[in-house]
């Protein structure tokens, strides 16, 4: 069945430090790909997603590429701040409308 | 004006009774879940309600029943509370389709003693 593989956590940078969280899938069909991020003590939020290959989502300096060659859809930003400190997850829908989600990737940004 | 409300935040129940927790959204989706998080922060979803009418129902305990009054609310009722069971609980919307995003609610933190 289909499924996402995150890289595991915690993940922990300096600020102002390059990121990248990995992401990859397997899916039947053509899925659109999702990053949401979960703040402390809060539910989740959309952060960025990309419905066909090779589409780039971007939000609050995020990107992320949909790779259907390599399945991947890895999360990147730039230069992180204390701010980003969260949990990120990645997630498909698949062809039957229900998301899979990732098991979540925690990040920790030292100042 | 918050968009998906849940009630109550936190929830510190014993062994064996029942309790319920409610869910409003404000968004006019036709969509809303029910999601059950670890401790490890790992989602699986409970179930599901399109208009009203019951879509998921993963493998969940008779114990856990939700019921949609309407399309705006969702409610999870819990029997008979096991040690297990603490999580937290998170509701969510969407308007349907496939890159339709969630919006979630902010959790409702179950202990249960």
């Known amino acids: 069945g289909d499924s996402v593989t995150q890289m595991e956590g915690p993940v922990t940078l300096s600020e102002e430090a390059f990121l990248t969280i990995n992401c990859t899938y397997t899916?039947?069909?053509?899925?659109?790909l999702f990053w949401y991020v979960q703040y402390p003590g809060e539910g989740l939020q959309l952060l960025l997603k990309?419905?066909?290959a090779d589409d780039k989502g971007s939000n609050k300096g995020f990107e992320a590429t949909y790779r259907k060659e390599t399945t991947s859809f890895h999360l990147e930003k730039g230069s992180v701040q204390v701010s980003d400190s969260a949990v990120y997850f990645c997630?498909?829908?698949?062809?039957?409308?229900?998301?899979?989600w990732g098991a979540g990737t925690k990040l920790i940004i030292k100042p | 004006d918050t968009a998906v409300s849940q009630t109550p935040k936190y929830l510190v129940t014993q062994m064996g009774n029942d309790k319920s927790i409610k869910c409003e959204q404000n968004?006019?989706?036709?969509?809303m879940y029910w999601y059950k998080q670890d401790s490890k922060k790992f989602l699986k979803i409970m179930f599901s309600?399109?208009?009203?009418?019951?879509?998921i129902n993963e493998t969940v305990p008779n114990r856990f029943s939700p019921k949609s009054p309407d399309k705006a609310h969702l409610n999870l009722h819990i029997n008979s509370l096991e040690l297990g069971d603490s999580a937290v609980y998170f509701c969510?919307?969407?308007?349907?389709?496939?890159?339709?995003?969630?919006?979630f609610g902010n959790g409702t933190r179950l202990t249960v003693t």
């Open positions: 969510a919307s969407s308007p349907g389709g496939r890159n339709s995003p969630l919006h």
């Open positions: 968004l006019g989706h036709d969509t």
């Open positions: 309600y399109n208009n009203k009418e019951l879509i």
């Open positions: 899916a039947t069909g053509y899925p659109s």
């Open positions: 990309a419905t066909k």
């Open positions: 997630a498909l829908s698949a062809d039957n409308y229900q998301l899979i």
